[in-house]
C-alpha cells in the first residue's frame, strides 16, 4: 500500500507539472480560440456587410411593400427625393423606385454598384407576385378559371428515417475510421514527446537516486505514465465536454441549426459507431507507444536529445499512418493482413480490415490478444530495465546505454 501510494504521488505530481505548463494549455485551446475568432469575425463582417446592403424601396404598392417590410434587407420611403437623400447620407447602398401602370410594374434601381443578387431574387419574388395578381385582374377570369390556375402540384414524402441505406453506412463507417486513426496520430505524435523529454529532464540527478533508494524503479516508472495518460485523459474530457456543449446549442443558433440539422443524423451514427474494435485497438496502440516513449526519453543522456531519441515512433506512425492510407482500396492483400498482427502498426490496420469487411471478429481478437501480449511483456521488461536506463550519465550514444543496461539487468 506504501508504494501505491508513492506511485500515485509520482503519478499527480507528473500530471499537476505537465497541465500547469503554458504549452499544454495552448494545444489544448489554441484550436478553439482560432475557431472562436474567426467566428465573431465572420458575424461582424456578416453584420457590416448586411448594414452596407440595405436597399430603399419606393413603391406606393402595398402588396409589396408589407412583404418586404418584415425584412431587414429594405427600407421603405414615401417618395424618390427622400430615398436619394437616404443613399446620398449613406443609410443605403441604393434604392428602387417601383411604378405601378394599369397592366405591369416598372422597378429602377439607382445605385453605385450593381444589386446584390441575393436582395435581387427575393425583390423579383415580390415584384413577380404583385405582376401575377395585375394578370390576372386584367384578364378577368371567371370564379372556376381562377380555381383553375390556382390548382398546385401534389407532393407526398414517404420515407424510412430509421434506417441508413448501405453505402450511407460504409461511408460513415469509413469515416469513423479515419477519425479513430488521425487521432491515435496525433496523440502519439504529442505525447510520446512529451513523455520522452519528461524522463530525459530527469536522466542522473541525484534526485533519482534518492527516489529509487526509497521506492522501486519500476513502480515509479509506472506513476510517470499513469501521470502522461492523466493528461491525455484531460485534454480529452476538455474536447468532449466542448464538443456535448457545441452539439446541444448549436440547434439554438439561427445560423447554424439549419446546416446542422442535416448533419446531425451522420454525427449520431459516427458517434454510435465510436465504440468498436477500432477504438479498443487505438486505446491500446496509444499506452504502447507512450510507454516505449518513456524507454526513449531514458536512453538519452540530455533532455534537448528527447527529440532525436523518439523519432523510431515517429517513423512507427508514419509507417502505420500512410500504410492505412494505401492499403484503404486493398485491405485483402498480404501486406495489409501480416501488418494487422503486428504490434505497433495492427492499431492502424486491423481496424481498417474490419471497417472493409475483410477481417472476422475472431481475427481481430487474435490480433488483440497478441497486442495485449506485446504490451504486458513491454512492460514488464521496461520496468526492469528503467532504473538502470535513467541513473547513467555516461554519455555513449543511445544504443550503447541500451546495451549496458540489458548487461546489468542479466547480471
Do not use: H
Request: aromatic fraction near 12%; include cysteine.
Amino acid at each position: 500500500v506504501k508504494i501505491m501510494n508513492k506511485t500515485w504521488l509520482v503519478a499527480k505530481e507528473t500530471y499537476r507539472r505537465e497541465v500547469k505548463n503554458w504549452s499544454f494549455l495552448l494545444m489544448i485551446f489554441a484550436p478553439f480560440i482560432v475557431l472562436i475568432i474567426s467566428f465573431f469575425f465572420g458575424m461582424s463582417s456578416s453584420s457590416a456587410f448586411d448594414d452596407n446592403t440595405k436597399v430603399g424601396i419606393v413603391s406606393q404598392n402595398e402588396g409589396l411593400v408589407q412583404p418586404l417590410k418584415k425584412t431587414k434587407d429594405f427600407d421603405m420611403y414615401k417618395n424618390k427625393t427622400k430615398a436619394e437623400k437616404a443613399y446620398q447620407a449613406g443609410d443605403v447602398s441604393g434604392y428602387i423606385v417601383v411604378e405601378n401602370t394599369s397592366a405591369q410594374l416598372e422597378a429602377t434601381y439607382y445605385g453605385t454598384e450593381r444589386l446584390d443578387s441575393d436582395l435581387k431574387e427575393e425583390l423579383m419574388r415580390g415584384l413577380n407576385a404583385q405582376q401575377q395578381v395585375l394578370n390576372l385582374k386584367n384578364a378577368k377570369l371567371s370564379e372556376q378559371q381562377l380555381k383553375s390556375l390556382s390548382q398546385k402540384v401534389k407532393f407526398t414524402e414517404k420515407t424510412n428515417s430509421k434506417k441508413l441505406d448501405a453505402n450511407d453506412e460504409k461511408n460513415l463507417k469509413t469515416a469513423t475510421f479515419w477519425i479513430l486513426i488521425f487521432v491515435l496520430y496525433f496523440l502519439v505524435q504529442t505525447y510520446s514527446t512529451i513523455m520522452a523529454q519528461d524522463i530525459a529532464s530527469e536522466k542522473g540527478t541525484k534526485i533519482m537516486e534518492m527516489i529509487f533508494s526509497s521506492m522501486p524503479g519500476g513502480n515509479y516508472f509506472d506513476g510517470k505514465v499513469l501521470g502522461i495518460f492523466m493528461e491525455i485523459l484531460t485534454q480529452l474530457i476538455i474536447y468532449a465536454l466542448m464538443f456535448s456543449g457545441f452539439y446541444y446549442l448549436a440547434p439554438q443558433i439561427d445560423r447554424v441549426k439549419e446546416t446542422f440539422a442535416q448533419v446531425k443524423p451522420a454525427i449520431d451514427q459516427v458517434l454510435g459507431q465510436i465504440i468498436s474494435w477500432g477504438l479498443v485497438f487505438v486505446i491500446l496502440g496509444l499506452i504502447l507507444y507512450i510507454v516505449y516513449a518513456a524507454v526513449c526519453g531514458a536512453i538519452v543522456t540530455k533532455a534537448e536529445d528527447a527529440n532525436k531519441a523518439v523519432q523510431p515512433l515517429v517513423y512507427l506512425t508514419l509507417l502505420g499512418l500512410f500504410s492505412s492510407m494505401s492499403l484503404s482500396n486493398n485491405p485483402d492483400s498480404i501486406f495489409a493482413i501480416i501488418m494487422s498482427y503486428v504490434p505497433f502498426l495492427s492499431s492502424f490496420l486491423m481496424p481498417l480490415r474490419l471497417i472493409k469487411g475483410n477481417a472476422t471478429n475472431l481475427e481481430a481478437g487474435v490480433s488483440m490478444v497478441i497486442l495485449v501480449i506485446f504490451l504486458m511483456g513491454s512492460i514488464l521488461w521496461i520496468r526492469k530495465i528503467y532504473p538502470s536506463l535513467i541513473l547513467q550519465t555516461d554519455d555513449n550514444g543511445m544504443w550503447k546505454n541500451m546495451k549496458r543496461a540489458l548487461q546489468g539487468i542479466k547480471e
